[in-house]
C-alpha cells in the first residue's frame, strides 16, 4: 500500500472511529435533534421568581410595583407584545397602566405624558413601545423616560452605563438571551459567539453582553464575539457562523439560516419575528430567522419560534420593572 493511500486510509478509520465512540458515548444532543430551549417554560421560572418577591413585599404592607406602558397607534404586533407585557403584570402582581394614544399624536403630547409619568411617584417603570409614528423622534422619547424608571434600557443614559460596564437597565430581549444561556447551563466563557444583526436595542447591547468582561457590573459573557450584518458578504457570512459555539441571529430574514451554515453541536438563538404564509394551510404563521427543520439536526440546543426569546423578553420585563421598584440602581 503506498504511503499516501494508507494515510488517507488512517484518516478515514479514524473518523469512522470517532463517529462509533461519539454514539456510543453521546446518548442526547449531538447526533440526535437539538435539545429545544423552552421559552415558555423558562419564562415562567422567571416570572415566579419576581411573583414570589413581589408577594413578599405586599405581606410586609408595600404596595406592589406599576409599569406604565405607552402605545401609539394601533399596529397589530405593537398591540400583541403589549397585550403580553399587561398579561405578565397581571401574573406577576405589578399593577400596570396601558395607555392607547392615537397615531397623530404630538411629540409635544407624548413627551409631556412621559414627564408626568416620569414624576410620578406611583410609576416605578415606564416605556413607550416602539415603533413610534414616523412625525415623532424615537431618541427624544427613550430620552425622556426618567432613568430610573427605564426599564428598557433605551434611555442614553443607561445606555453609557451599560457600554461603560456599570450597572444599568439592560434591553430585556439581549438581557433575556443571556439568562436563557445561564438557565440552560450553556457557557460563554472564552467561547465562539456570533452575533447576526446590529440594532440599537437587541444586536448591539447583546454583543456587549456576551464579549465584555464578566468581571465587571454587567456579568457579561467573556466570549470571543463577532458581529456580522447586513453588508456583510453571503459567502462570508457561512464562514463566520460556521466559527459559532453560540449563534445568535436576529435580522428579520427568514430561512436566512441554514443547517450547513452551522457547526455541529452549536447553541443557536433565534429572534427572528417573521410573519409568513403556510405553504401547506394558507394561513399566517411565525416563524424566526433560522431554518429550524435543518438546523436543529445539527445543533446541540435552539430556540423555536415562538415559544423561544419572545416570552422571555416579557419575563425579563417583569424583572427589571422590580428591579426599578427595589431602586436597586442608583442614578445621580
Ligand atoms: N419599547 C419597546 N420595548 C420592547 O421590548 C419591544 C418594543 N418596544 N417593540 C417591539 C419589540 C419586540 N418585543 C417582543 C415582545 C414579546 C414577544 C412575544 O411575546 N412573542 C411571542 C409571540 C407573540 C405573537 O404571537 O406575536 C413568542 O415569540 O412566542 C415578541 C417580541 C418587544 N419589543
Ligand atoms: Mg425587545
Do not use: W
Amino acid at each position: 500500500m503506498s504511503r499516501k493511500i494508507l494515510q488517507t486510509f488512517c484518516r478515514l478509520s479514524r473518523k469512522s472511529m470517532d463517529a462509533v465512540s461519539q454514539k456510543s458515548i453521546c446518548t442526547s444532543s449531538r447526533l440526535a435533534a437539538a435539545k429545544i430551549l423552552d421559552g415558555v417554560a423558562i419564562a415562567k421560572d422567571m416570572k415566579d421568581e419576581v411573583k414570589a418577591e413581589i408577594e413578599g413585599f405586599v405581606a410586609e404592607g408595600r404596595r406592589p410595583p406599576n409599569l406604565c406602558v405607552i402605545q401609539v397607534g394601533e399596529d397589530p404586533a405593537s398591540k400583541a407584545y403589549v397585550t403580553n407585557k399587561i398579561k405578565a403584570c397581571k401574573y406577576t402582581g405589578i399593577t400596570s397602566e396601558k395607555i392607547v394614544l392615537p397615531v397623530e399624536t404630538t411629540e409635544e403630547h407624548l413627551l409631556s405624558l412621559i414627564k408626568e409619568k416620569s414624576d410620578s411617584d406611583e410609576v416605578d417603570g415606564l416605556l413607550v413601545q416602539l415603533p413610534v409614528p414616523k412625525h415623532i423622534t424615537e431618541r427624544k422619547v427613550c430620552n425622556a423616560v426618567h432613568p430610573s424608571k427605564d426599564v428598557d434600557g433605551f434611555n442614553i443614559i443607561n445606555i453609557g452605563k451599560f457600554c461603560s460596564d456599570q450597572k444599568s437597565f439592560v434591553p430585556a430581549t439581549p438581557a433575556g438571551v443571556m439568562e436563557i444561556l445561564r438557565r440552560s447551563g450553556i457557557e460563554t466563557f472564552g467561547k465562539n459567539a456570533v452575533v447576526c444583526g446590529r440594532s440599537k436595542n437587541v444586536g448591539m447591547p447583546l454583543a456587549m453582553l456576551l464579549h465584555a468582561d464578566g468581571v465587571y457590573e454587567t456579568k457579561a459573557g467573556d466570549a470571543t464575539t463577532t458581529i456580522c450584518h447586513r453588508y456583510t458578504p453571503p459567502e462570508q457570512l457561512k464562514l463566520f457562523t460556521k466559527t459559532a459555539d453560540i449563534l445568535v441571529v436576529a435580522v428579520g430574514i427568514p430561512g436566512l439560516i441554514t443547517a450547513d451554515m452551522v457547526k455541529e453541536g452549536v447553541a443557536v438563538i433565534d429572534i427572528g419575528i417573521n410573519r409568513v404564509k403556510d405553504e401547506k394551510t394558507g394561513k399566517m404563521k411565525l416563524v424566526g430567522d433560522v431554518d429550524f427543520e435543518g438546523v436543529s439536526k445539527v445543533a446541540g440546543h435552539i430556540t423555536p419560534v415562538p415559544g423561544g426569546v419572545g416570552p422571555i423578553t416579557v419575563a425579563m420585563l417583569m424583572k427589571n420593572t422590580l428591579t426599578a421598584y427595589k431602586k436597586e440602581i442608583t442614578f445621580e
